[in-house]
T-cell receptor
Framework: DAKTTQPNSMESNEEEPVHLPCNHS???????IHWYRQLPSQGPEYVIH???SNVNNRMASLAIAEDRKSSTLILHRATLRDAAVYYC????????????????FGQGTTLQVKP | DAGVIQSPRHEVTEMGQEVTLRCKPI?????LFWYRQTMMRGLELLIY????????DSGMPEDRFSAKMPNASFSTLKIQPSEPRDSAVYFC?????????????FGPGTRLTVL
């Protein structure tokens, strides 16, 4: 699985936008970019995923660079409940024939949100 | 939907004892994953099943660890004998393998302490 690089930690003020970067310079053409987050004392939860085009959902937006070597998770208005560890993960969409969705988690970015 | 159910939520045991962790995946999901999370090593995939069959157990630390999935609605992770270094939070996750969209849903975890 291709490797991702994220800052260890970031801070944000409540109700301001947050841009969480992720570098994946060795990404292959078939790798999807997934973001999960882990709130304190909980299991990880899915946030968003994309392949080439920018993606939006109710939780966040995902901006993918044209060369796909980096991406940015955007929280449009951070709340205190968004304080979590955010993981950027690459998953090969053509992994074998089983396509079981195996995810390899890195250390992620710990986001602190200040009131 | 009850989500992924794990039991027990907390387990404290003494070194050498057998420990059994249980997981009930979301109904209809056909992939199940066991993860372990520690401060030192982060979130590690131990083993995953697809259609009740173990696909990749390369993350299982050693022979003391074993996992089974006797049917689509139940899985166990057993440690025998347990050691203090096995202390961690163990997460179970499930997903519906369908094309390239395999969002994983995580349970609340079992916090294991081996004295």
């Amino acid at each position: 699985d291709a490797k991702t690089t994220q800052p260890n930690s970031m801070e944000s003020n409540e109700e301001e936008p947050v841009h969480l970067p992720c570098n994946h310079s060795t990404i292959s053409g078939t790798d999807y970019i997934h973001w999960y987050r882990q709130l304190p004392s909980q299991g990880p939860e899915y946030v968003i995923h994309g392949l080439t085009s920018n993606v939006n959902n109710r939780m966040a937006s995902l901006a993918i660079a044209e060369d796909r070597k980096s991406s940015t998770l955007i929280l449009h208005r951070a709340t205190l409940r968004d304080a979590a560890v955010y993981y950027c993960i690459l998953r090969d969409s053509l992994h074998g024939s089983s396509n079981t969705g195996k995810l390899i988690f890195g250390q992620g970015t710990t986001l602190q949100v200040k009131p | 939907d009850a989500g992924v159910i794990q039991s027990p939520r907390h387990e404290v045991t003494e070194m050498g004892q057998e420990v059994t962790l249980r997981c009930k995946p979301i109904s209809g999901h056909n992939s199940l994953f066991w993860y372990r999370q520690t401060m030192m090593r982060g979130l590690e995939l131990l083993i995953y099943f697809n259609n009740n069959v173990p696909i990749d157990d390369s993350g299982m630390p050693e022979d003391r660890f074993s996992a089974k999935m006797p049917n689509a609605s139940f899985s166990t992770l057993k440690i025998q004998p347990s050691e203090p270094r096995d202390s961690a939070v163990y997460f179970c996750a499930s997903s519906l393998t369908s094309g390239n969209y395999n969002e994983q849903f995580f349970g609340p975890g079992t916090r294991l302490t081996v004295l």
